[in-house]
């Protein structure tokens, strides 16, 4: 049978008792069936080295197995008790400016610190022996977001073999940092430490290495304690779950296929429909970390959200009534196997006592719970879905060694953003209705219409060679500014930009040109400021130039036939609207391979794109499809009602609607509102 996944990080250890049985109610009330228990319980299981207490663990989860709630239980390893510190002051992080960092705070841990990793084993052995068997458990949590970063001696240590075992020798190291300039040469390892506080610039090829170190540093401790748990239980999923943002060291390509289950936390920043298009883009990525693993794709699961807020930089803002079942349903709609939240009730103390709760402050008899068992009666009525593949229809690159590679200071222009590269390609396509694919390109690639290369700033010659084929293949790419600039050291390749790919693409940049942002160049597809780049034809052709400023007739927007696809570069940053149209444009569902720049210009209106109501202006809509039967999400992000047709989406006359039972051809969607039609896709 199957079943979606509902409920939150519990912490029944910050409650009395009587809060301990309500929440069990609460919980059959809203139809929570998992919950994630100890990510922080470290110092309360063991409170002094080596002693145990499991008492109050015990009783809870029996408690939850006896209501009919399974258990997420975690290895408290993110956050060592105060014993630990004090015992160990060498195991506390450092900083780049070399201070040792202290206990009160969670993530006071080095990694790499020999005392850090017995005491993990030890609790993680204990967990294992005592919870291993128990019926409540369904799962377990490792650690909690990795992410801390550490200059220690100890990190000197680790990071030294590390580059031992990535480059071999001395001779070679220098080689890829390129050592010879500033005086850098290394002749002995013992010089070789992690990327320190600096007078100046630091070497980026050296802060570069230092963080895919940290992501294979985290992940030998990841599996460490997976290796204790799957020899007490084998049966029981190990996962982890996987913050985002670029303090994030982890890279989730490297690390999905040592996990059961591909967990993610989502945060959104920006309030609105923004919030819908960044939940869009974390859920797609999570799909695509878990199905791309070699050798059989994995399951993935929203392991954290934000009950009733969005936490904008410096301002918590409310959810409007509909954004909690909304953005969770679109997990869901791209595969997530559940909603989790953080947390299940709101804390009264502590640095995050103003974090949302499933239970808020106000207790159940609020907007939030309400809305919560709303969601939790909507993911029961759809759990036939669970298994159910998602229908996408385009792709786009994601590196996370280009966006790490793109944060040195020393870029030619500082607006040069690769997150925001890749989320503005994202949410274009989204807005256009769309479902994305994430590939990383160095494998082989998926066969879907339009590939698009957003600022991909490292690539490797076997990218490169993925690339040629998917558009000999018969593939659309997409190639946006600043791509292929240097290899996977961080060295540039030199001859011109892009590198590897100048025979693909049929160009040659032999300037890149950042102008202020005072200036406005007419390209004929959009305004542009800020970045230009001296294009010369080597086989492709001018589809769009420069029609003002220094530079007229230069190209713009070039392409180049290649077996029975097309290469495409585009070498501006054009606004959403521009980017949107061209991306329409050039797709399967536009003029095709054979655009000219007056197909591709954004059409009349604010948007430049579908009218009020249409599925791409406010409306999402994700299909998943198993066989003949097809699962068709209609979150709608507006105010204004929206008349669902199933026709455009492939569904034969019959549709329902899974969250009320209403027929598809009689079906509005209100605004705000949400619907799961179910029916036999058409002949």
């Known amino acids: 049978m199957s079943v979606l996944w509902f409920g939150g990080d519990h912490n029944p250890e910050q409650w009395p008792e009587d809060v301990r049985v309500q929440d069990t109610e609460l919980m059959r009330r809203a139809g929570v069936n998992l919950v994630t228990v100890g990510v922080f319980s470290w110092a ?59 206990h009160g705070s969670r993530d006071t841990y080095d990694v790499t610190a020999p005392a850090y990793r017995a005491a993990c084993e030890r609790i993680v052995r204990a967990l294992a022996e005592r919870y291993s068997a128990h019926p409540a458990l369904r799962l377990w949590h490792v650690h909690n977001e ?20 990535r480059h071999g020798d001395l001779t070679a190291l220098n080689e890829a940092w390129t050592t010879a300039f500033w005086s850098q040469h290394y002749s002995d390892w ?53 913050a985002f943002g670029g303090w994030v060291p982890v890279d989730p390509w490297k690390w999905a296929e040592h996990v059961d289950l591909v967990a993610v936390d989502d945060y959104p920043s920006a309030p609105g429909a923004g919030a819908a298009a960044q939940t869009a883009f974390a859920a797609d990525l999570a799909r695509s970390y878990a199905a791309r693993v070699p050798g059989g794709g994995r399951p993935w699961l929203l392991a954290e959200q934000a009950a009733g807020v969005v936490y904008t930089p410096g301002r918590t803002v409310a959810k409007a009534p509909g954004e909690i079942v909304r953005h969770s349903l679109s997990h869901v709609a791209r595969g997530s196997r559940g909603a989790m939240f953080f947390q299940w009730r709101a804390s009264r103390g502590g640095s995050e006592q103003w974090h949302s709760g499933m239970v808020p402050h106000a207790g159940p008899d609020s907007r939030i719970f309400r809305e919560v068992c709303e969601l939790g009666t909507a993911l029961s009525r759809i759990s036939e879905v669970a298994d159910a593949p998602v229908q996408a229809d385009a792709a786009i690159t994601w590196d996370p060694e280009s966006w790490w590679a793109m944060g040195a200071a020393s870029l030619p222009d500082s607006g ?22 994430f590939v990383r390109p160095d494998r082989p690639l998926p066969e879907l219409p339009l590939l698009v290369v957003p600022s991909l700033y490292l690539l490797s010659d076997r990218a490169s060679e993925h690339l040629t084929d998917y558009v000999e293949g018969g593939g659309t790419l997409v190639v946006t500014p600043f791509s292929d600039i240097a290899d996977p050291r961080g060295t540039v390749r030199t001859g011109g930009y892009p590198g590897a790919l100048r025979e693909l693409l049929g160009v040659r940049v032999e300037e890149l040109r950042p102008a202020p942002d005072t200036e406005l160049f007419d390209t004929g597809l959009g305004p542009v400021r800020g970045w230009t780049e001296a294009v010369r034809l080597t086989g492709a052709e001018a589809v769009a130039v420069h029609r003002s400023g220094p530079f007229p007739g230069e190209p713009v927007l070039t392409r180049n036939r290649r077996g029975s696809g097309t290469a495409w570069y585009l070498s501006v940053r054009l606004d959403d609207t521009a980017l949107g149209a061209l991306l329409a444009g050039i797709g399967p569902q536009g003029a095709g391979p054979d655009a000219t720049a007056d197909d591709l210009r954004p059409a009349p209106g604010p948007e430049g794109g579908p009218g009020a109501g249409e599925p791409g202006a406010g409306v999402e809509v994700v299909r998943r499809a198993d066989g003949d039967l ?53 002949p």
């Open 44 to 102: 309360l299981l063991e409170p002094r080295e080596g002693e145990f207490d499991f008492g109050w663990l015990d009783r809870e989860l029996d408690r939850l197995d006896e209501a009919g709630v399974g258990v997420c239980l975690a290895t408290p390893t993110a956050s060592p008790p105060p014993w630990f510190g004090a015992a160990h002051p060498d195991a506390m992080p450092v900083t780049a400016q070399g201070v040792r960092l202290t």
């Open 416 to 437: 040069l953003d690769y997150l925001e590269a890749v989320r503005q390609v994202h949410r274009v396509l989204w807005r256009s209705g769309r479902t994305t694919d």
């Open 630 to 682: 097809a699962w068709i999400f209609v979150l709608n992000h507006t105010e204004t009602p929206f008349r669902v047709d199933s026709a455009p989406w492939g569904l034969a006359p019959g549709a329902v609607d899974l969250l009320t039972g209403s027929v598809a051809a009689d079906l509005t969607v209100p605004g705000g509102g949400s619907a799961v039609l179910r029916g036999r896709l058409s």
């Open 190 to 242: 013992e010089h070789v430490q992690t990327p320190r506080a600096t007078q100046y610039l630091a070497n980026p090829a050296h802060v570069l290495d230092f963080r895919r170190f940290l992501s294979d540093a985290m992940l030998d401790h990841y599996l460490a304690q997976r290796s204790v748990l799957k020899a007490a239980n084998p049966a029981v999923p190990v996962t982890t779950n996987w």
């Open 146 to 165: 990795y992410g801390t970063w550490s200059h220690s001696a100890h990190a000197d240590r680790a990071f030294r073999q590390w580059l031992r075992r």
